[in-house]
């Protein structure tokens, strides 16, 4: 009898275990659809109106997207800075589309301008894109990919693309009420390269690098007048 009454309370024991592993599970797999989800418009090409919903909560300037899924959704700090790379190749914003969606890359930007200063989009301002070997950059940043117009040597970069930087820098700092644009050669300033955050890179190429201090002159300039 009291064996009986034993092995009724093991498994009385083991249900109840079984049952709260079963809930731990749901509760898991919950977790995992609700956060883990990627938005509806990622990984795909998007329809028209999808574009202009795009361009409409980001850069006008925008001319192309393809929203990557290397990402995180959404980011964790509000926008005060701008972090400038360079693609190391002259390379199409259809392109860098295609590599930005790779999932084994780990990689992808806000914003590309390409070899004639036109701009594309793979994440959207309100997540934080894999750029800059910096999580903590990056959920402050918008980042952006300049195509050169060489490869190697100075990694030079066209004047098109340059004064789409401007552009694009001026926007987005109108956007997010960041009211001066700072390049300081360190991370104190908010405007920023990659090579700050990685010993493993020279990005953007020193053509760029050389170019921050009149770019972010520019974009000041640009800002004060529309004062």
Not at 27 to 53: H, M
């Amino acid at each position: 009898m009291k064996e009986q009454t034993r092995a009724r309370n093991y498994l009385d024991i083991w249900l109840l275990l079984a049952g709260f592993c079963a809930i731990l599970v749901v509760i898991v797999g919950l977790w995992y659809t609700l956060n883990g989800k990627l938005p509806e418009n990622v990984g795909r090409k998007l329809t028209e109106a999808e574009l202009n919903e795009v361009i409409a909560a980001n850069s006008p300037l925008i001319e192309y997207a393809y929203l990557s899924c290397n990402a995180d959704f959404p980011r964790e700090n509000k926008i005060d800075r701008i972090t400038v790379h360079h693609m190391a190749g002259i390379t199409t914003l259809e392109k860098l589309g295609d590599l930005f969606a790779q999932r084994d890359r780990q990689a992808s930007a806000n914003y590309a301008i390409d070899i004639d200063g036109k701009v594309g989009c793979y994440v959207e301002e309100k997540n934080r894109a894999w750029t800059s070997s910096s999580g903590e950059n990056d959920h402050r940043a918008v980042t952006i990919e300049v195509s050169n117009d060489e490869i190697g040597n100075n990694w030079h970069v066209s004047d098109a693309s340059i004064d789409a930087l401007i552009e694009l820098c001026t926007d987005i700092c109108r956007r997010n009420n960041i009211e001066k644009l700072e390049f300081t050669g360190d991370t104190n300033g908010n405007l920023t390269i990659h090579s700050m955050f990685s010993d493993k890179t020279e990005c953007p190429g020193p053509y760029l690098k050389s170019r921050l201090p009149d770019i972010a002159e520019a974009v000041n300039r640009k800002l004060s007048e529309a004062a």
